[in-house]
Every structure is written in C-alpha cells, then in structure tokens.
C-alpha cells in the first residue's frame, strides 16, 4: 500500500485550524498551536498533512542533532562539525505517544556503551530528532503535566537540558510544536494551555454537502492514496513555495508603533496574565503580515492574533470556556488605531486577513473549491465544543418516586479546600493528590526487578556486580554482568485518584441557602479534583433510588455542569447512594486496578424510605469499609439540633468527618490531625 499523506490542500473547510499551522510553519517562534475539538474532525491528519510541505533541510551527515552547516550549534553533544559533509533530507515529523517516559523525551545514558564499554554516553530523544521538524503530540491533555512542562519549556527555550544518570547534555530542539486534544476528555491546566502560542477550536461542519466532498475525498484516497495525491500536487507545491517565501520576508517585516500599541491594548484589555500574550501576538502579526506578502503589519494582523492568541489565555477558572469577546476587541482596536494609515484593507471588508487569499485553503472557498464554514474563520459559536449536543448539561427531571421537584440550586462561590489523601502507598498514573510508587517523582531506593525490569538503577546494580568480577574473570573495562545483579529504580511521587461524589439531593437537603453552600463546597472540591489531575464520578440519591448522574472520567467540566443542574425533592434513600457507589468502585477497580478511589459522601446522614432505612445505610457504609475504600462525609447538618448522624456514619466508613466550615483550607490544621488520627485507629484495627 502507498504510504502517500493525505495532502493538507484536500483537507475541506477549518480555516482557522488552516492558518495557525501554516503561520508556525513561516515562524516557529510562535510557540506552536494547541488544536481543540471534537474527535473525528481531522486533527492528527492536517498536522501530518504539513510535514510535507516543509522545506527540507540541510544537516551536518553523522550529526545525530540534525545540525545546521551553515551555523552547527557549538553545544552539539556529536562535537564540532567544521568542514563536516551534509546531506539535504525532509523535515522529521515525530509522533510523541502518551504513554512516552522523560527519558524517550530527552534521553538518557547509552546503557549498552556504559556496561559494554565502560564509557559514559548519551542516547538522543524525541526531541534531538524533533530539531528542525515537527513534534506532533496527539490527546495532549492525557499527558502527564511533568512531560508537558518539559516540551513546553524546550519550545519556548530551543534548546533541551539533560541532566541525569552522570550525563550532563545541552542540545538545540527548535521545532514546530502541535498537541490535539479532545476537551471532552479533560482540560490542560491554564499554565499549560498559556505554554502553547496560538489555539484553534474547530467541530465537524453541520453542512450536509460539505461534509459529503469530505466523505468523497477520503474515500478517493483510501482508494488510491498515489493517484489522490497527485491530484492535489500542483496546489501543495504551490502552498511550499508561499511558504518558504514567507519565510524569506519574514526578517524584513516592521511591526510599526502603532501596532505594537495595539497589541499591548488588546492584552491589557483583555487582563491576560503575564507578558507572554503580547510577544505572541506580535510574533503572530509578523507571520501574518509575512504570509501575506507584506513587509508592514496592519490592523487586520492585529486583529487575527488577537482571535488565535488570545482565547485560551481568558480564562478564570478551570471550569471556563476559552472565547474571546469580538466587539470588546473592535473597540480595543478602534481606541488605539494609529493616525498613520495602518487600518484594516479596504479591499477586504470582512477584515478576514491573509487567511482569505490563496487556493491553499485560507479563503471563502476551502481547497478544491469546497465552501469554508460561514462561522469557522473567527471563532464562532459553531466551532466551539462546548457548544456541541454532548456537552449540554442535562435537563432536571421529576424526582423518583415523588411528584414535586425544586428547581436547581446555584452554587455559591467556590474556594481553595484542603487537601484529601488516600492513605498508603499507591502505583496509579501521575497526578499530584496521594503518595505513590510513580514513573516520575525522585527516586528512593533500588530493588531487585518485581517482574520486566522498567527502570536500571545503574549505581546499584554496578554494586551488586563489582564484588564478583574477579570471580567472574573480568578483562579490561567492560563488566560481567549476571541476571541477579540488575537493579530496578524505585522511584516516589504523587499519583491521581478517582475521587466518586456520592450527593445527598433528597428533600431534607433541598433548602435553597443550605444547598447552595453544598454545592459550592462540591464545585470547590470539583475544582481541587481538577488541579490534581484526578478522574471524577458522581452518583446522587433521592426519591426511590440513586443514578450515576456521571460516570468516572477525566472532564471534570463536565461534573460542574451536572452539579449546576442538580435538581433536589424526595425521600433519602442514603443505602441505595451507598450500594451504588460498591458498584461503581467494583467495576472501575477492574478497568483500572491501580488508581485508587476516595469516596465523598456529601449528606446530613439522615435516612428514609423504611423503618430500618439507616441501619441499611450503616451497614453499606461497612461493606464499603471492608474493601479498604477510603471515604470522606462533608456533613451538612445545620440547624440548632444536630443529631450527629453524618459523624456517625463517618466512623462506619473508616473516614473523616467534615463539616462546611471546616472545608475551607483555613482549618487544614485540626483537619489533618482529625484524618491521620483516623488512619491510625485504621491500622491498629
């Protein structure tokens, strides 16, 4: 089978998505673009799409760091290259896997050398092979955070740091930085997301013919991937050579004063944090104003970065949606246009930008002359995932087993909570909740492999082999080495858990203050779950039963939006929340046995719906104590009598009770004491 790429002038529509991959391609200075949006819209295949239509390269012959002949970086770790031969060959395209480790990222000690030969050396990364090309991250949002800051820094810095293992490597790693990424399955934290230069949100296009020539096309190309191909190469030579002409004009691009003023006005009005929106934004406008043959940037290049730079920067708070407020940024523009005529083109009235010319894809018309989306150049609703049926919240329903129903509650605001633990030593994926036996974190100690060995402790394991070389007639430098004398890395992090809210939405929990406060210390603790990376549930009970209002995932907007909607009535069938949540740790502890659950029980420990309603509940609390779940109660009792009955469940549990107040980071103290007194009583029993 041909391996012919689908070429990126035959990708219909996603304009915007387009323009940000081609103004990287012009100045990878730009930071790279973060492309959000649903699955099944294209993502992975425009960005292989681009390799190829970037120019090929120059490289010293044996350099293994793709050095530059004309200029070979002095730090290259394969040493000087004066006089060296080269070679032209394309750009790389490197794939990063989400479950790649730091050392495939940056390297690591050549082991076989170091064993063999007695000599240190370094093994190049992912991102030496990167130099010069693209480092295309696929669902970078499941990453782990440590690997995501890492590339991140690299980017920003072109140049990669390796210290690790006795090896001490500086090498350049300038490339063209794409990560796709689904929100459906989670956001990046807002320091990650500022990381990226520019974001492109985009959504399958709702035109039935559109989507009709994006079916024919890749049913064309499934068919005959050469022949398809060829179809399209007079327009992907026609797009390379545009952009090794902006490439070209790019030095010779002014950004005038008056620009620049209104760069910093759009940043400042929009209260972005930091000052890495502004050099973005300009570095943006230059592309553009290049990419559109131009050696002056105008207002309208202004305007565009301003849409692709600044969005994923708006954000509050996790739970917000990137976007970006048109008229606010038409009248940011409008108060600081300079006198100077540097405003938007006459000849394009829509102020679309570069993107609008071209058969390359950028204009009202997409390659091959299917129609773009009315909506997609600038950002609209229509491409806006959050926007999407699936992300719509659900409608409140009638109570189970009742006729009346409260209309939902809105949270109050939420606040910084203090920190839960699972108690012990895990093995789950990085996060940065519970203590746990991690590929990441330092490393503790060495042992002998528990299985395939994942991890060399080499320190250790020449010291289990040193007293026996003599023995095992050693010659020169290289070691003898036996099977009992390797030594794995134990290394100690933190991990993320699934963290199962089970609400108490029942009538005796339905009055309007009091249930604000509950969600607001739900949507806090909500927040908390998504700053440490941890996979969420939600069960809530009422009326004749409970209902997995959300089922355990990592898209912790989601569970806000369910909690938002919350309807609250009925009765408190507080054994059937109890029962519903064994279930649900049953079946997630098969699907992913190492990430361990913490329960949050949020009620007032009230139970009805039967004469021995909360003994039933008592005695669920204590199957759940026996499969070793460990469990938080956010007791919400209020009033001048309390019964202590969340308390007393608490105890069933095995767990801490908390009140509201004591929620609140404030009382971290007394909080902390009240759970590892807990845990102790735990383990004594």
């Known amino acids: 089978m041909s391996d012919a790429r689908y070429p990126f002038t035959a990708i219909v529509g ?88 730091e050392d495939r990222i940056v390297g690591s000690l050549d082991l076989e050398r170091a064993l063999a030969e007695g000599v240190k050396a370094y093994e190049p990364g992912l991102l030496a092979k990167a130099h010069r090309g693209v480092l295309y991250i ?11 800051d890492l590339l991140l820094d690299a980017a920003a810095m072109g140049r990669s740091y390796v210290e690790r293992e006795g090896v001490s490597v500086r090498h350049a790693a300038r490339f063209l930085l794409v990560g796709t990424m689904n929100p459906e399955e989670g956001e990046l934290r807002p320091q990650l997301l500022d990381r990226f230069g520019l974001t492109v949100e985009i959504a399958a296009t709702r035109d039935p013919q559109e989507r009709a020539e994006v079916v024919r096309r890749r049913l064309a190309y499934d068919a005959d991937p050469a022949g398809f191909a060829e179809r399209f190469a007079g327009e992907e030579r026609a797009l390379a050579e545009r952009i090794t002409a902006a490439r070209e004009l790019l ?24 000052l890495r929106a502004d050099i973005v934004m300009a570095r943006t406008a230059v592309a553009l104003a290049a990419w559109a043959g131009r050696t002056e940037v105008l207002e309208e290049d202004v ?5 692709l730079a600044l969005p994923h920067r708006r954000r509050r708070n996790p739970f917000d949606a990137p976007g970006l407020d048109e008229e606010q940024l038409d009248r940011t523009l409008e108060e600081h246009a300079g006198s100077e005529e540097d405003g938007p083109d006459d000849s394009d009235p829509n102020g679309g930008g570069p993107q609008d010319d071209g058969p390359d894809g950028g204009g009202p018309d997409g390659p091959g002359g299917a129609p773009a989306p009315a909506d997609a150049p600038d950002g609209s609703a229509a491409s806006d995932p959050a926007q999407a049926p699936e992300q719509a919240p659900p409608q409140p329903r009638q109570a189970p087993g009742t006729g009346r129903e409260a209309a939902p509650v809105a949270s109050a605001d939420p606040y910084r909570t203090r920190l839960f633990k699972v108690p012990g030593t895990g093995r789950g994926a990085l996060g940065r909740r519970s203590v746990a036996e991690t590929d990441g974190g330092h490393t503790v100690r060495a042992r002998r492999p528990q299985g395939r060995l994942a991890r060399l402790h080499l320190t250790a394991t020449l010291q289990a082999a040193a007293p026996h070389q003599a023995a095992r007639g050693r010659s020169g430098r290289a070691l003898v080495l036996a099977k009992d004398d390797l030594r794995e890395q134990v290394r100690r992090g933190r991990e993320s858990n699934l963290v199962l809210f089970v609400v108490d939405a029942s009538g005796s929990m339905a009055a309007r203050q009091r249930m604000g406060a509950v969600k607001g210390a739900v949507m806090s603790l909500l927040m908390d779950a998504y700053q440490r990376r941890d996979k969420i549930g939600m069960i809530t009970f009422r009326g004749a ?41 049953r079946i997630e502890r098969m699907r992913d046995p190492d990430r361990r659950p913490l329960l949050v029980l949020v009620t007032d420990g009230r139970a009805t719906g039967g004469r021995d309603a909360l003994a039933q509940a008592e005695r669920a609390a204590g199957l759940l104590a026996g499969q070793g779940v460990a469990s938080v109660v956010l007791d919400c009792e209020s009033g001048h009598v309390r019964l202590g009955l969340a308390r007393t469940l608490a105890a069933r549990l095995g767990g801490p009770a908390v009140t509201l107040d004591e929620l609140r980071a404030e009382g971290v103290a007394a909080l902390v004491r009240d759970h590892r007194s807990v845990s102790t009583q735990r383990k004594a029993a």
């Open 14 to 101: 996603m304009a915007d998505l387009r323009l940000g991959l081609l103004l990287n391609a012009v100045s990878p200075a730009v930071g790279g673009v973060l492309v959000r949006g649903e699955k099944g819209t294209a993502k992975s295949t425009m960005v292989r799409a681009l390799a190829g239509l970037l120019p090929s390269i120059d490289a010293v012959a044996d350099c293994r760091f793709a050095c530059d002949p004309a200029a070979p970086d002095p730090q290259c770790p394969d040493g000087a290259h004066g006089g060296a031969d080269s070679l032209e060959r394309p750009a790389h395209l490197v794939e990063l896997p989400v479950g790649v480790s």
């Open 303 to 307: 305007r565009k970065a301003a849409q």
């Open 138 to 148: 696929d669902e970078v949002n499941l990453l782990q955070d440590h690997l995501v």
């Open 545 to 585: 039963g409970a209902e997995l209002a959300l089922p355990p995932t990592s898209s912790v907007e989601v569970g806000a939006a369910r909690l938002e909607q919350l309807p609250t009535g009925g009765r408190t069938p507080l054994a059937a929340g109890l029962l519903r949540a064994h279930e649900v740790l």
């Open 251 to 274: 030095p010779k691009v002014e950004l005038t004063d008056a620009a620049l003023r209104q760069i910093t006005a759009v940043c400042a009005a929009f209260e972005v944090d930091g």
